[in-house]
């Protein structure tokens, strides 16, 4: 078992290892700040008592930005030290504290992280000392909340990965690659070096893993030195389809990340693609702002028959810069991320693909820049639907009143940011070209039918878009 | 209500502030390291939104040394939040954690002060969502441990000091003074601007507060925005002697501190005066070690009709250096601390009088360079006696093997550490240079009688001199 | 006139400002490190006493990476103050010093940016104190050394732009875009807001300035509040083409600069049409390693007729980490800066495209990984010729043993890498591609027939590729 | 030959070393701040190339404090490099810096030490590139400006130690004591490991060296590996007399260092005795501000019988706080500083012995404090004599206009800071204090007649005293 890696943290980082011995003798090392700050040589040897660990990085969402909320969360408990990490957000956490103040339980943090750790505690009477039924904690928090929850709880030498039934975020397991098999040789899984559990499979290549599977909406998997092995798979309410977050899809993850057997760039791209039907357009080229948007420029470009080409490049240092721009370059609008690439589209009808206009305040330079250089019509096409509603489920959205499609420029947006036209992805076109591939692969491979049945009706939260979440909310 | 200050923490530091009227609004501000790496305008500025507030700052002893136990905890209960600062160590802290988490508790961090909070949060059944009677469960938490605690509770509006029964570690009150106070008018309670509490009264000089009165052992004091009330003072088993810690006199206290009444600096010249009493010398002055045993040099060269004299003067800038002693400074045996004063004692009979001598190490070179500067004999007198047994109650004490008294070498300890002859200061010495203004005290004020009942039989602890614990360990 | 902005420096930077009145009163703000690094708001504001400056960021090449070395230089001479900033490296550097101490000048600095400055302070006799012809020191300076300098000197409220005869550095000039300009009023000179000079003109845009002209090889120019003004172009020995460092085209400047009136972005499109002209191949796909080659890349799919398809995707965080691959990750060969979008080229042939191969140790594992992620074949072709020689003006480049084209791999280069195929762009190929709008335009404007009398031949650096210096070398 | 320690400095340090072989090796390594900011293990090891070496620590006087003033300065010349560390300033600085540079030269700090390192470069003609007499060199320094320095200047293998004539800064030699010394064996000379110089030999002793002798005025000593030799003594203008610094004693200098002979704490001591004999006081008790007084506070205690007592203590952290006293504290008047020992001066009459008032501003609310606290009378004697004038030789003294003993305050000075009576040591009493050892020995040992001769007439600087300064001042 390694460290499962995730995406770098910009707000705090940590990590849990257990010598797999003893049930007390974690070591932890948590911090503030980007996973460099955190950690140095020094923290890592400390932590280094054996291959056994789990590691945490932090976007803050609800919670407050504090070092106290900082995970993995370590409590011990009358049967041991367990560690838990914990993606997602819960939806009923303002009952779940109540009934455990009411029990006397005292919360030192806002977390829903440390929630989880004390509801795996608090499962009176524990009269016997000697024994704790792990899974049967871990069944009864599942049926305490129904989302959004992707979790890692170590105690001892096992770590349990859990998804949420609904499927909310994403948790996937890898296969350390042998040296030997590298070189040709066979890849025996009883030569497996170990195994790695992370929210998105992206991360594996860096660590010399390979993707084994996705952890199943509602399943509790019980990993060990050797092995994987499914405890139980918790199931919705009758009729309730699976929920993935869509926007891992459309924003973020990294686009060689794999999610329900497809690869991201392929969403992506087909994405474009099917913009490129919704709303095409009379153009004498198609191009992007670098660099996100790029697979889905790339789908439309195809699509439509027309040029991809480079219109604008990076300008690598300018987001570090702590000097404030000016009243005067205010004044002048100067875009300051990028360079122009004038040359290539002087004269030129351009289609700029972006991947979502959240505020409209990013794009809306770009296109004044773009015509002060020379292009002859500027036409946004926008790979996703405006977002219009907030995300109870661990994702940090702007507030409704922020979100530019629920403000009145939304009903001349072409005319508010400058372009000649802009269209949307409808959510039907963004829906198909997600669950097109799922579909065609449940369709066509028997070997999936017991699979399909375990994890049930396919579905996705598109709750941002059209205000329909998976699940009652609970305040 | 002011933050309480108090010597500035080598390990931790920590404040919450209290905007004194929701039970929700506080803020936080802890983190490792020195006071002043801990805190910069900003983070002040953060946590200033009343005057009310608790700090703490840390030298570990027990609890590892990691930010989860850093001071003042916060937790969230039932009725509110509170906040605990702690100093001192609880006895039968092992015991109180098993309880805890068998009732499904689980504890975040290895520290009593977590532990106190929680054992404050929790008193089942608490069917009623608003009200709490802090001081009862206050006095459930002294009920259920002894010693050694000096504590500052903080909920809404109000903060309570509160001490041991048996009086372990110190705290005392001080009253901000009133600007008008200084230039001469009259002191009167009413324009008092505020209360501020602290382990010790060195503090409130620096903050522009002067002393007022100690908490006495087992007394819970309220402490509001005007008011100081005693709410209540749970007695020590019948029988049982107060058990102040006497290297506080010793060692640990600034000079300038008052415990019981008397300021630490007279104690310690009594010590050198009593050590002049208990073993003269022949010699021709008197010095110390710079700095902390001046007063005891002072009263015993006093007492000798020796004069005093400066041997050694403070090289300011070694203690900080990263520069390490390479084998040619060792073998040399240069101590790099001190520069010497040759001048004033060559070919003189020196009396080098120290604080305590804990390992044997460090006076052991000095002894060797005032000889190689000309020292024609060095006799050492150490103004306390051996420390012999560990400290459970919140002093970071060597282990029992480090400890120069329990080893072979202390049999023959002046041809050890190359004196001529050393002595130390006997246990009944100490005991009555501290114990002897008290009493007299108490002897000769009539207002005094009604304190004296409620305070109880003044003792010391002496446990780490004497293996007399005040009460029985538990482990 | 505002501070001349370049790429961000990897190793030191540096500001100098003048007030524009006295000839004393320079602020000076150096150090090691990157710009955001060494600068901050209280040093910039420390700077900010008009609007008259110079800067420098250091990319070492000779002179030791030291504090001493880092530029603008400021010398006190009987005329004032003057402030230097150098891009280049003297050929005759030795000599030089040699000179100077000879004349009793002590050299505090290995740098060549000192030897200027003591240059322009050195032309004794020197009675009269009131008066310095600068002009004719920076002549005498350019008569002292043929090149590689491109100067900027600032002397009270004037700044003189240099480039050496041969104009080997770039150097150009931005005006500083009025505010009414963007809004749709005309640009009259004289509302010019001021002047700006730069190495690469893709620094203008983020500080809304425009691009203005070239410094012209040998030309001196003299720019103050208003006016830019020419006051000599010092010409070159009879028959001596100008060189101009093709590897700024190749390799170190951002696409959207322009030199020569050309964008880099379009020159290096062209040697992706040309190399595909020269090196055909039979594929599926052309693709690129992130991100330098994608203009070539596009240029070689286009001129080719085969789809441009990513393969991968940055690993954004990889770079800055400490963590060092241990040997197992190592032994696996994992190319950690990338994420595989094996999705788009599984079972296909891929060329890839690069822009230089200058140790070989960099593609290899890429090649591994495509095809471990299912690449049918795998073939490379280069944007750029071998380098097989060192430069002595100012680029770091490795010694003759590193550079793979020198080693005996080089014969078999395709196996050594593990490729299907590589080549190389060849040398005349590349001079064409730079060339070939130059020329088309020298020969169509009859404008232009002044400016290239004054510039003589045209001709480009290609040392490092051919070994034929622009000048002869001296030690 | 080991790196010359010195008190650590506030502003920059450096340290350059010598491989002792080549004329171009030197390492360098200098930095703004603190030693053990500036130095660390790397930078420490880099600098290890032999035990050849300088350093400098500097607290700016005269020189902006930049980086670039920070010294060792290091030049090459046409004889190789030279490095060079100075202590003081030169009183002709602004004519010589315009001689350099009406030959040609460029300066490119204001420092002294950067005039000093170009004169030693600078004597035309230089036509052999091979040999180069230093000697003749430093003494034509020497002839050109007459005072202040204390020089170091390294070439090769030899450093050469310098004093200016009249040996206005300190400069003395220490002897690496072999390790075999320490252990009873003879001193033997031929088995010296190395020679160190400092400003003060109060560093020796923690570098295990031990103080050999002074630099004497006008001295210049070559130190190699094996020898110290005087290679000539320059004298000064017929009649005058030494003049080192008397504040060296009264307040810079550590009281464990020698100057002239004499311990600086046995000069202080006896200030004291001549305060008591010049202005004896009717009290109960002498006592100091902590800590440098401390001295000449025994030395007029015991001179008047009186007892010497602590009235205060120190209050450790707070110089280093960042926090500033808020309003109501300085109106408060509160001495952060200090810890008041009331109950050691409670109803009684205290002197303090302060070593000198240069504003006033701190022993005001000190005396104010003991008041308050109990104190009968408080009777202030300083222990050297009023300063009224500024020093142009190396000491940063505050201007005329905010010296107490320029301020109209002055004539009522124990009103103005409240005490009940203030009395300063007459220059002629400090003047016989520091001389009357100094003149003591000269007539008793035969032996110094020799140096006595070579020193001449004996004198001290008390320009600051005075406003008589030992040479003409120029502008």
Redesign the interface.
Known sequence: MRLPPG??GQESAGIVTSDGESSQAFK?H?GMGL??HV???DS?KKLYVSNLGIGHTRYSTSGIS???NCQP??????HGK?AVAHNGELTNAVRL??KL????????TSSDS?LI??L?????P??N?DTADWVARIKNLMNETPTSYSLLIMHKDIIYAVRDPYGNRPLCIGRL?P?GD?NGKGKDNSETEGWVVSSES?SF????AEYYREVLPGEIVKISRYDVQTLDVVPRPEGDPSAFCIFEYVYFA???SIFEGQ?V??VRRRCGQQLAIEAPVEADLVSTVP?SA??AA?GYA?KCGL????VL?K????G????QPNM??R??????KF??????FKGKRVVIIDDSIVRGNTISPIIKLLR?SGAKEVHIRVASPPIRFPCYMGINIPTKEELIANRPEFHDLANYIGADSVVYLSVEGLVSSVQESIRARQENENSLKTQKSRVGKIGHCTACLTGEYPVELEW
């Open positions: 995406p770098q932890v948590k996973i460099n950690f140095n040589a890592l504090e070092l106290q969360f370590v409590v011990e408990t009358l367990i504290r109540r103040m009411r029990h006397g339980v005292g919360l030192s440390e750790t004390q795996l505690a608090f499962t009176p524990l009269e000392d690659i040296v590298m992206c290549l860096s660590i010399g990294r686009p060689d690869m760039y392929s660099e790029t697979p790339l195809q040029p991809y080409v480079e490049c300008n690598r240092y300018v570090r810069t702590f000097i005067r370059l004044q002048l609008g100067v875009a300051k360079g122009v690439l004038s040359d290539n002060e």
